[in-house]
């Protein structure tokens, strides 16, 4: 059966650290792969998008990579800070149609 | 730019009620998704528009579940009757064109969280 799997449901660091989400799939071939951030009580806020075939992006802070042999995506957040405090979900392409979301990782930055 | 409107942001009703959430999309963006997202879950697609056409209600419990989008523009989610397991906060996003092969991102409302007791 089809299936998304992020890391582990809540993520404490200390500021300054990097942060690394991951998120892992089972029966999905996506063309592409989104990263959204949600706050609490807000919709989620779309960050970043990988292509299949494209090992790395960065913007800002922020760098995901995506290895489609692994079937893994990796989202990194470097000198993280307590606003960075958020759930973040990662969205699989399903099939050129839409996105399928995975369940989120609570992140907490520790001051 | 206006974002995607959502209302009303909270409701609470108690179970075999009815239920009715509104959307209105990002001017100009041709596809409208309805999400459900459970307390600590991921959203969960439950239709999608491509104008005012339905494109995926593959997930849609078209038993109590329907929804509509007028002229291609708003969007009304409704439920009839609704069960405890709807509890969940319904989202309404929109992207310009159709389809994840866009790589266009979503852009969500807020969402309305719905108590059913």
């Known amino acids: 059966s089809q299936k998304i799997e992020q890391n582990s449901e809540a993520l404490n660091i200390q500021e300054g650290k990097t942060a690394t989400l991951t998120c892992n799939y089972t029966?999905?071939?996506?063309?592409?792969l989104q990263w959204y951030r949600q706050d609490p009580g807000r919709g989620p806020v779309f960050l970043l998008l990988?292509?299949?075939?494209?090992k790395e992006k960065r913007k800002e802070r922020l760098k995901v990579t995506f290895d489609t042999t692994l079937k893994q995506s990796l989202f990194h957040i470097t000198a993280s800070q307590p606003a960075d405090s958020a759930t973040y979900l990662c969205?699989?392409?399903?099939?050129?149609?839409?996105?399928?979301f995975g369940p989120g990782t609570r992140l907490s930055v520790l001051p | 730019e206006a974002g995607v409107a959502q209302s009303p942001r909270y409701k609470i009703i108690e179970k075999r009620q009815s239920v009715a959430f509104w959307c209105n999309p990002i001017?100009?963006?041709?596809?409208l998704y309805w999400y459900q997202q459970i307390l600590g879950q991921g959203p969960k697609l439950l239709i999608q528009?491509?104008?005012?056409?339905?494109?995926?209600d593959s997930q849609l419990p078209k038993d109590r579940f329907s929804a509509e989008r007028l002229k291609g523009v708003d969007s009304t989610l409704k439920i009839q009757p609704a069960k405890l397991e709807d509890s969940a906060v319904y989202l309404c996003?929109?992207?310009?064109?159709?389809?994840?092969?866009?790589?266009?991102?979503?852009?969500f409302g807020e969402g309305s969280r719905l108590t059913v007791l």
């Open positions: 528009f491509q104008n005012n056409g339905v494109v995926d």
């Open positions: 996003a929109s992207s310009p064109r159709g389809g994840s092969s866009n790589t266009g991102e979503l852009f």
């Open positions: 001017s100009g963006h041709a596809t």
């Open positions: 990988i292509r299949e075939n494209e």
């Open positions: 969205a699989l392409d399903n099939y050129g149609q839409n996105f399928v």
């Open positions: 029966n999905y071939s996506p063309a592409y």
